[in-house]
């Protein structure tokens, strides 16, 4: 989810040569292809269902509830974490989509991807993002495969 996000900032300093948000309003409608794998990036970071950030989210959840007292304070700091991630995305989000850019004119916006080298690895890192969402299997498989081996437990 976060190399995702770092490739469709990347993408956009390539093209504009800044990521400062004032100068980049209207940014959904110049680079809709890497603003939307920006989006999907976002909804994963703050864990919405369907994405890898809420299997991430829901395991470490599970995790902490199993310690009694601290789980709960654990818990809470996790979700506001994602409250927190909802706000700075957001941000981001509300630049790119419904300001008008500095000329006020979304008539004349010409549209400028990233290159397609960067957005074939931002829709990979989402498609990926996505899959393992739906089915993390293959991430857990290893995982576990990995705490097996750390603890020194025979498979």
């Not at 864990?47 to 789980?71: C, D, H, N």
């Not at 994602?82 to 706000?87: D, G, N, R, T, Y």
């Not at 957001?90 to 916006?109: C, S």
């Amino acid at each position: 989810m976060k190399a995702a996000l770092f490739v469709a900032v990347a993408g956009i300093m390539w093209r504009y040569g800044t990521t400062n948000l004032d100068q980049l309003a209207g940014l959904g409608r110049r680079m809709p292809l890497t603003m939307l794998g920006f989006v999907f990036g976002g909804l994963s970071l703050i864990g919405v269902p369907l994405t890898a950030g809420f299997i991430s989210k829901w395991y470490l959840i599970q995790a902490v509830l199993e310690e009694p007292g601290l789980g709960i304070l654990l818990t809470i700091l996790i979700l506001a974490a994602s409250l927190m991630a909802v706000v700075y995305i957001w941000k981001v989000v509300e630049v790119a989509y419904f300001k008008a850019p500095a000329n006020g004119d979304l008539k004349d916006i010409k549209r400028e991807e990233a290159p397609l080298a960067v957005l074939i690895m931002l829709w990979g890192l989402v498609a990926a993002n996505i899959w393992f969402g739906i089915d993390p299997s293959l991430p857990l498989t290893v995982a576990d495969m990995e705490i097996m081996h750390v603890l020194g437990v025979a498979p």
